[in-house]
């Protein structure tokens, strides 16, 4: 079959490389642009039932309107202090970013401009740095957030002489962290090509034979590049990570097949110099090791998109180029290598009878493990075995350290680090969610003992809430304040109560000092009353007097009346006796009588009308005198009474004078009670007690109302907390508060009003603490499909159970010193916190998937030269033919790695190397003493259970062609 397909492959070869060409055409104009999909695709590394994307959820339901799916910080600062040209340039600027909320992709902006009330918050403490917060209305990697930051960058330059201004936040860094990947990718490429073109023509010695690998490779790049583009239409996961995988495995593993073909090709094509011939050999017997090579890769990178992680995931695109890789290699080079023939090699000849040299130093090592296995195990695990303690698996999740100090972000993340603290740009968020509302004052009480709770904790700066949405305990409300107020209150009483006391003592002896003079006052009152009785008796008498008088006048009245009328008749009888008698006129004595009869008239008349006027005097008088002896009566017994009320009141006062007595005692304790109630308060204040008291009254005020809308949703059930930080929250220390951030709240609303609390934490140091328990649990499940996928391919290779075991073994201790010394260079040398998180996954992944191949190159052909003379002949023979191929292919994928190094991101270059160390490590000392004394201690078991087979027709190749033939093990 083999035959076939090689024949009919020399017959197509230009076909073939046309067929090629045109794919990938096809594949740069037809399929989508990779990067392009990688810079705008949101790298969703947590999946949406975590605990930090269910409190994303929950706070979404708090004000829908005003969530923003990312932000950005304008850092403006200035060394010696703001002016006022820099605050009124900030207003301008503040101004113009608000007009465009709602357009391109801009949402809000918050400055100390808008809300004088949170200026603190915006400005440092220091006078030199101010902040604007800008909300984008779309994730950060959405490609309308990326031209957002762009405009946003343009607005603000042209800041005055002598400030700086930078853009920090979500959106900056994820852009910039996108830069530096393009750029180190960048990098990486030309890097690459460089490094494997050199090391092909130091291999080859030729400038053709190195162009048939390159030329496989870069087809198999840019048709995976856009395969894994379309792929990621159907779920497919890709990160900044997923294309500089791409090339360095591709060109790595790669390389790696051409030159195992191409040395093989040789080593045929110089037995008889019949390219289609040698190409059959070469097929028959490499073709197949390459075949289970990239299988092994291919199976390692495909059983990543079984991880949960979605960084993982994003590995799995390298499986499709693996198999593109493939195919190139098994199609395209073996038509290349037909087409060019002997010409590969130019300016070498290939001469008759001439293969590639044998290594004498992999012909020494293999006699060594034949020789002394044990005590080559011995010597390696001794000297190894403690490098791998020098990995203690510190890991470090700071994305700062991934980016160029040079970007803008960084620089904006280190200016508010300094001007504001480490935690300003990534607080951690706390949604916590209730069964009923917490709009009310226990529930907001609950609340507050739980924000002072949270900023007890060592690590946290300030936490703002509800209830205190500027970080700090709202001061009316708070019990110690209001003890304080309270203690002023409780001191002026006290002084009022000793005064009242002192004012009572003073009162009772007064009282006890006057009670003699009450006594005179009874008597002299009841003296009083006898004589008004006496005095009304009198008036009892005046007034029937005047009754008397009244009938007497009435009387005299009566008998003027009849005077009157007689001295009227009189007068008439002497003008009828004048008038009969006018001689009588001029007599004297009737001129005297008529005289006297004149005024007894007149008299009688006067007296008639002052009788009168008595009589009224009389009417008047007597209801008077009446009135008088009945108000004397009353006042008698009014006096009777007052003499009573005296002596009761002696009484009542001897009784007030005990109570005042008792009083001023009762004032004394008071006194004392509230000197103690103050003394209590001071305790309380000294000792940092929290209390806080909310009325209804002050739950109805609007700047409360206004903290509750932005912090609680409109049906109360859910709320939030932001927790700032003081230590950088990328730091081991910010990850171990976010458990005991969890604790507290816990503790506090166990028993607090608030109906079956539901906690959820979020933000950068709840994700990464989130990471490192769902990386490391991937890590190990992953890490176990992968060796297991790779046991099974190894065993149906060379039809072997413990032969594959212990090249797995060897693999994995050469994983452990490899971490060892990673770990020290970067960690104890270098000074870092640790390994970049995704760091010991990858060179982990690598390491097995690619260290492998050399294992399957050596054990291949171990299999292939197994003769009955043993193992010690088929394991020398193995290493002679192979370990300049080994050490070759070795050289080249580190070359790739190594390239990863001057990408300028600080995970590719651990990385790189991580790899290049570990396939130093592997190619050399495990390839070259281990994994061969491990072979020749298990003896013919290294093809157990498949040991029993026909060893009497065997097809020989032409490398057994020198040697005595024998049975091969097929």
Known sequence: MTERFVRGLARAKWIVLIAWLAITVAAMFGLPDLQAIVRNTEQKFISSDAESSVAKKMMEQINPASITKSSAIVVYSRASGLTKE??????????????????????????AYDTPELASKFRSGDGTTEMLLVGFEWPENDIITQEAVDKLSEKVQGAPAGSQVSLTGSAPISKDFQKSSEEGLKKTELLTVGLVLIILLIVFRSPVAPFIPLMTIGISLV????????????????????????????FGAGTDYCILLIQRFREELSHDGDKVEAMIRTMRTVGKTVAYSASTVFVAFFLIGFAQFGLYQSAVGVSIGVAVTLLAGL?????????????????????SGQGHGESKLWTAMASLAARRPVAVLLVTVILLAPVTLLFEGKRSFDDIAEIDSGHSSVQGFRQVEQAFGSGEVFPVSIALGSSTSMRTPEALAALEAASESLSRLAGVQEVRSAI??????????????????????????????????????????????????IDKLTNGLRTMASQTTKAKTGLDQIYNGLKDTAKGTDQVAGGLSQSAILAESMSADLQKLLQAHPELVEDANIQALLGKQQGLSGGLKDLTKGTAALQQGFKKLNPGVAEAAGGLEQLAAGQKQAADGTAKLKGGLDTLTGGLNDGAKGLADISLGLAQVKDAQTMIGNSQIPGWNLPQEALDRPELQQALDYYMSEDGKTTKFDVILSVNPYSAEAMGTVDNLRNALNQSLAKSPISEPQIRLSGTTAQIEELKAISQNDFTRTGTFVLIGIFIVLMILLRSFLAPLYVLLSLGFNYFVTMGIVEFIFVRLLGETGLSWSASFFIFLIIVALGVDYSIFLMARFKEEYRPRGIAYAMTRAMSTTGGVIISAAVIMGGTFAALMLSGVN????????????????????????????????????????????????????????????????
């Open 86 to 111: 820099d605050q009124d340039w900030l207003r301008n600027k503040a101004s113009e970013l608000t007009a465009l909320s709602g357009k391109e992709g801009f949402q809000s902006v918050q400055s």
């Open 223 to 250: 048709i995976t590049r856009g395969l894994v583009a379309l792929a990621t239409d159907y779920g497919m996961p890709v990160s900044s990570f997923t294309e500089s995988f791409l090339i360095a495995v591709l």
């Open 331 to 351: 199609t395209l080079t073996p038509a290349l290598l037909m087409i060019f023939g002997g010409a590969t090699f130019w300016p070498s000849k290939v001469i």
């Open 468 to 517: 205190r949405p500027l970080g700090e305990q709202l001061a009316d409300l708070a019990v110690p304040n209001q003890l304080d107020q309270a203690s002023d209150a409780l001191g002026e009483m006290k002084n009022g109560v000793d005064k009242i006391a002192a004012g009572l003592t003073s009162a009772s002896g007064s009282i006890e000092s006057g009670q003699d003079d």
């Open 907 to 970: 995970t590719l270059l651990q990385i790189g190397a991580g790899i290049v160390i570990g396939l130093v490590l592997y190619s050399t000392v495990f390839m070259g003493l281990v994994v061969p004394a491990l072979a020749n201690l298990v003896g013919e078991a290294n093809w157990w259970p498949f040991n029993k087979r026909d060893r009497t027709a065997a097809p020989l190749s032409s490398s057994n062609q020198l040697n005595p033939p024998s049975v091969h093990t097929d």
